[in-house]
């Protein structure tokens, strides 16, 4: 389970949204041409050592904002109890809580409230990802913001230039261990930077693309996708070219 140091070179690109000519979009090339996978299922070892069966879905999910709470609730109403394994709990209990001051989803047994055991005939993992699946529709709609944008990480920042002008900066790259706070160097085990997560066939710009539109808009997906695929043909011909700055948990070709 080799993992990454969290500091490495990095290739970042920088371009105005096509849809918006005063904001920027800036993304972590190094990470987006990368070959990491979710592997939750098979291989992964959990953030947390007392439930490494539930990955990184231990601490319940916060909501962005109610928008974000009321969308994932109607999809909640649409659960049965062979879909759900803590459904008696969730509609006894409710399925959300409060942690200084901000709503979440409930924690039952250190997992998500959601989180199905493996034994669970009606699906090992996310009750609301199962949920998309059986609806024909992308996990985006049914899941809390914050679990289908992981590990994708979207900021922002404010430019200003000498000349007065003002731009927002949208930052698009890797939600690493620094990502979650002081706890994130405190888990067990994460993916993004470990080995034995970047194992996939498509890079992270194709293999998330929904994701990436959801957050930065189609024509910006389509002007970062294009400049994706030329980095990985100069990848392709160089693989070990540090200047291009590969990703280290990359395989070595």
């Not at 490495?8 to 041409?33: G, K, S, Y």
């Not at 070892?45 to 974000?68: L, T, Y």
């Not at 392709?236 to 540090?242: C, I, K």
Request: net charge negative; charged share 30%.
């Amino acid at each position: 389970m080799p993992e990454v140091p969290l500091d490495f070179p990095r290739q970042w690109v920088e371009f105005v949204d096509p849809a918006d000519d005063d904001q920027l979009i800036r993304a972590d090339l190094t990470w987006l041409t990368s070959r990491w996978t979710c592997i939750f299922g098979r291989g992964c070892k959990g953030i947390d050592a007392d439930r490494p069966d539930a990955g990184c879905c231990v601490h319940g999910a916060h909501f962005s904002e109610k928008k974000d709470k009321k969308r994932v609730e109607k999809w909640v109403e649409k659960l049965t109890p062979d879909m759900w394994e803590n459904y008696e709990l969730g509609h006894k209990g409710g399925w959300t809580e409060k942690e200084d001051g901000a709503s979440k989803t409930r924690v039952i047994d250190n997992a998500c409230i959601f989180h199905n055991s493996e034994g669970f005939e009606g699906g090992y993992g996310c009750a609301l990802h199962h949920l998309a699946a059986k609806e024909g529709v992308s996990f985006i709609e049914t899941k809390p913001e914050v679990c289908w944008q992981l590990p994708l990480r979207r900021t922002y920042e404010d430019r200003e230039y000498e000349d007065g002008t003002e731009r927002l900066v949208v930052v698009l790259g890797e939600y690493d261990r620094r990502g979650w706070g002081e706890g994130g160097h405190d888990f067990q085990w994460y993916c993004t930077g470990n080995t034995d997560a970047h194992i996939a066939t498509d890079p992270v710009y194709i293999g998330s693309k929904d994701e990436i539109v959801a957050l930065i808009g189609q024509e910006a997906y389509d002007v970062l996708a294009e400049m994706c695929a030329k980095r990985e043909a100069l990848l392709r011909g160089n693989p070990t070219d540090a200047a291009l700055a590969p990703h280290p948990a990359d395989p070595v070709p």
